[in-house]
T-cell receptor, first 112, second 111 residues
Framework: DTEVTQTPKHLVMGMTNKKSLKCEQHMGHRAMYWYKQKAKKPPELMFVYSYEKLSINESVPSRFSPECPNSSLLNLHLHALQPEDSALYLC???????????FGPGTRLTVT | QKEVEQNSGPLSVPEGAIASLNCTYSDRVSQSFFWYRQYSGKSPELIMSIYSNGDKEDGRFTAQLNKASQYVSLLIRDSQPSDSATYLCAVRYSGYSTLTFGKGTMLLVSP
């Protein structure tokens, strides 16, 4: 089973809202990732967690705050976003960092 | 700067033909190469990984790796309209722990 789940599927939020994206995997993977993808562009890496510790932050603005409560869960907390943050947010996991990654279905985020 | 180059396409092939998708990268020591398929509005789906020179076959898909020439290809035999998607090539460069994605090639298979 190579399933990564993400909730919600769609999210519309105002610039003053606080919301969270959730990701879950039950494959025993020890690396989890957040990507942002704009239309007709490749996924853009935001954060990498390895063994529940943040290992890579690709200079993402502080209005995005990741959290890894346990080895199966990954959250992305959103606050004071801008309209240009509207995108498809993808979670992925892999056995270890650098191994083949499996993506979740994504959350389509619209910031109004 | 590490990059992965792909022709953006679209690559148009008739149903039943072989589609050939190419990807070049910028060093000779990288070890891990991946092909993802992404339907419009959906997330990327891993379809092939390849680590050694030569061919790797999985059903209608064949990945070809040539490290000396720094390219990796994906062949899709007996192409079907359902194969119409964007194909992303990803490379794990030596010394890096994350993947570098190409911009993707759009494939259109016409009935």
């Amino acid at each position: 089973d190579t399933e990564v789940t993400q909730t919600p599927k769609h999210l519309v939020m105002g610039m003053t809202n606080k919301k969270s994206l959730k990701c879950e995997q039950h494959m025993g993977h020890r690396a989890m990732y957040w990507y942002k993808q704009k239309a007709k562009k490749p996924p853009e890496l935001m954060f990498v967690y390895s063994y529940e510790k943040l290992s890579i932050n690709e200079s993402v603005p502080s209005r995005f705050s990741p959290e890894c409560p346990n080895s199966s869960l990954l959250n992305l907390h959103l606050h004071a976003l801008q309209p240009e943050d509207s995108a498809l947010y993808l979670c992925a996991s892999s056995q270890e960092v650098g191994y083949e990654q499996y993506f979740g279905p994504g959350t389509r985020l619209t910031v109004t | 700067q590490k990059e992965v180059e792909q022709n953006s396409g679209p690559l148009s092939v008739p149903e039943g033909a072989i589609a050939s998708l190419n990807c070049t990268y910028s060093d000779r020591v990288s070890q891990s190469f991946f092909w993802y398929r992404q339907y419009s509005g959906k997330s990327p789906e891993l379809i092939m990984s390849i680590y050694s020179n030569g061919d790797k076959e999985d059903g209608r898909f064949t990945a070809q790796l040539n490290k000396a020439s720094q390219y990796v290809s994906l062949l899709i035999r007996d192409s079907q309209p359902s194969d119409s998607a964007t194909y992303l090539c990803a490379v794990r460069y030596s010394g890096y722990s994350t993947l570098t994605f190409g911009k993707g090639t759009m494939l259109l298979v016409s009935p």
